[in-house]
């Protein structure tokens, strides 16, 4: 089920939005979702990379060691 969210924009941004829009030949709520949901992604990832660098139990490897794992070597 989805649910309504309103909101006020600064005039530049709902511009922007309005010229990708029109170019994309897509409605606006179309892009500020898409905005939306790539923004939540990328804070979940945030979180979880912030969690691991505060982990002190965490071992740190070099990237020559990664791409020893990855059989990139």
């Known amino acids: 089920m989805e649910k309504q969210l309103i909101f006020r924009l600064p005039d530049e941004l709902y511009k922007k939005i309005v010229a990708v829009s029109n170019e994309m030949q897509q409605p ?3 892009l ?3 905005a939306l949901e790539i923004y939540m ?3 979940v990832d945030y979180q979880i ?3 691991r660098l505060n982990d002190k139990d ?3 490897i070099t ?3 990664m791409r020893k794992r990855l059989g990139k070597d």
């Open 49 to 51: 990379a912030l969690g």
């Open 28 to 30: 606006k709520s179309v």
């Open 63 to 65: 990237s020559k060691e």
């Open 32 to 34: 500020v979702r898409k």
């Open 41 to 43: 992604d990328d804070y």
């Open 58 to 60: 965490d071992k740190i």
